[in-house]
């Protein structure tokens, strides 16, 4: 098969033949250019004039693992409770006014935890369970941070536990900065609780 070439066109038909050529392949081009999608001319839709005035709602899911010993507030000295679980959070930037150009809005923070506490002194006793849902919603402006300390209880216990949670949030990501456990104030003489 021989290509079209300069060289293989030696009269005036074959030149002929050549610009036809061109002249198609010049359409094809302007065809396919022409048929694409200008974003440039398109009117702008709410969902793109949301994103370059940071009004589009955003949303983050997640996981944060909880493992580790934390230190049994119930007892005296040294004593500690193993806790295994998750903490589940949907993180979403809520707008009050999205017409506005300088819109306020809040992030709108859902967590679901499914924990155990374990007494590794005590390996027969039934773990104490965590387990709740809360939703907060939290004033957080671009490049600011804001702590959020949350009590979950531990439930199946006589002395009113909680675990207490400090989560960093900002409008881009949450995190979890800390986490003890907290009882009511009790008094210690002799091992006697007053």
Known sequence: MKFLSKSSFTNKEGVQYE???LTFV????????????N???EPLTSEVAEKENFQEDTYLHGF???DGMLADPSRPLNSWLEIGGEIEYEHRIIYLD????????????????????????????????ISEISTDKIDVQ?????????YFTVQGRNDSMFLV???????????????????PR?????NNVR
Do not use: R
């Open 19 to 21: 610009k036809l050529f």
């Open 98 to 129: 999205p017409d506005q150009t300088a819109s306020q809005y809040y992030v709108s923070l859902k967590l679901t935890i499914e924990a155990e506490l374990f007494d590794p002194y005590s390996p027969t006793t039934t773990p104490w369970v």
């Open 186 to 190: 009790t008094h210690f003489s002799n």
């Open 142 to 150: 671009p490049e600011q941070v804001q702590s959020l300390i949350k």
């Open 64 to 66: 944060m693992k909880l």
């Open 165 to 183: 949670c400090k989560f960093i949030v900002t409008t881009d990501y949450v995190t979890l900065d800390g986490m003890w456990l907290k009882a």
């Open 39 to 41: 974003s440039l001319t």
């Open 26 to 37: 010049s359409l094809f081009f302007l065809f396919t250019i022409g048929c694409q999608e």
